[in-house]
C-alpha cells in the first residue's frame, strides 16, 4: 500500500527532553512537510522539505528541528526549547515543490506532561 | 485581516440535506484551492483541488470558486452520517519560491444526524 506513515500514534514526554517523530512515505514524492495543529488553529506549517538534504523553516519553525537525509523520511524532532509542545503533529508530502496537493499522514499526538 | 477565514460551525445537519461549507480569502494570489476531511483524531483526506474560477463536480460533492469575490465553496448532497468530520479549506500560490505552501482554514466541524 502507498502511503504516509507516522509513529508513534501517541507519545507522551516530559518536560525538558527532546523527541523525535518519524515520518515515512512510499510516494516517491520530492516534497515533504510538517504541520502542528492545536484545537481552534487550523493547520501551522512547521518544516518543509523540497529535496533531499534541504530543507526550510515554516511559519512556527522555532523549538523544532528536521532532517531529510532520504528521499522517504522526514522526522521531526521536538525540543526543550519548544514553550507549548502538546498538540497533534501531521506530516504531508507532495510530488513536487510547486502548487500540488498535500497528502497527509494519520499523525501523531504529542503530550508534554 | 487574516488570509483565510473559515466559520469554524459547528453545523449540524439532518441526513440528506444539502450542506453548505464556504471560505472567504483576502489574497488575490492564491490560485490553488482544495478541500480536505478531517475525521477525528485523524489526518486531513484530499476531497476537491480546483484551480479556476467555476464548479467542480465529484460525486455528491461540489467545489466553487469566485476569484472576482475571493469565495469558496463545498456543496454536499444528500448529506450522510459518515459525512461527519472537520472540512478545512486550504489555497496556495503559484509565485515564486512561495507556491509551495498551502495556507488552511481553521475548519468547519459538520455533524449529519441520522
Known amino acids: 500500500d502507498g502511503g504516509i506513515t507516522q509513529s508513534p500514534k501517541y507519545l507522551f514526554r516530559k518536560e525538558g527532553q527532546n523527541v523525535t517523530l518519524s515520518c515515512e512515505q512510499n510516494l516517491n514524492h520530492d516534497a515533504m512537510y510538517w504541520y502542528r495543529q492545536d484545537p481552534g488553529q487550523g493547520l501551522r506549517l512547521i518544516y518543509y522539505s523540497q529535496i533531499v538534504n534541504d530543507f526550510q523553516k515554516g511559519d512556527i519553525a522555532e523549538g523544532y528541528s528536521v532532517s531529510r537525509e532520504k528521499k522517504e523520511s522526514f522526522p521531526l524532532t521536538v525540543t526543550s526549547a519548544q514553550k507549548n509542545p502538546t498538540a497533534f503533529y501531521l506530516c504531508?508530502?507532495?510530488?513536487?515543490?510547486?502548487?500540488?496537493?498535500?497528502?497527509f499522514g494519520p499523525g501523531t499526538r504529542l503530550t508534554v506532561l | 485581516q487574516k488570509e483565510v477565514e473559515q466559520d469554524p460551525g459547528p453545523l449540524s445537519v439532518p441526513e440528506g440535506a444539502i450542506v453548505s461549507l464556504n471560505c472567504t480569502y483576502s489574497?488575490?494570489?492564491?490560485?490553488?484551492f482544495m478541500w480536505y476531511r478531517q475525521y477525528s483524531r485523524k489526518g486531513p483526506e484530499l476531497l476537491m483541488y480546483?484551480?479556476?474560477?467555476g464548479n467542480k463536480e465529484d460525486g455528491r460533492f461540489t467545489a466553487q470558486v469566485d476569484k472576482s469575490s475571493k469565495y469558496i465553496s463545498l456543496f454536499i448532497r444528500d448529506s450522510q452520517p459518515s459525512d461527519s468530520a472537520t472540512y478545512l479549506c486550504a489555497m496556495s500560490t503559484n509565485s515564486g519560491g512561495s507556491n509551495y505552501k498551502l495556507t488552511f482554514g481553521k475548519g468547519t466541524l459538520l455533524t449529519v444526524n441520522p
Open positions: 480546483t484551480y479556476s474560477s
Open positions: 489574497n488575490s494570489a492564491f490560485q490553488y
Open positions: 504531508a508530502s507532495s510530488p513536487g515543490a510547486g502548487p500540488d496537493t498535500q497528502y
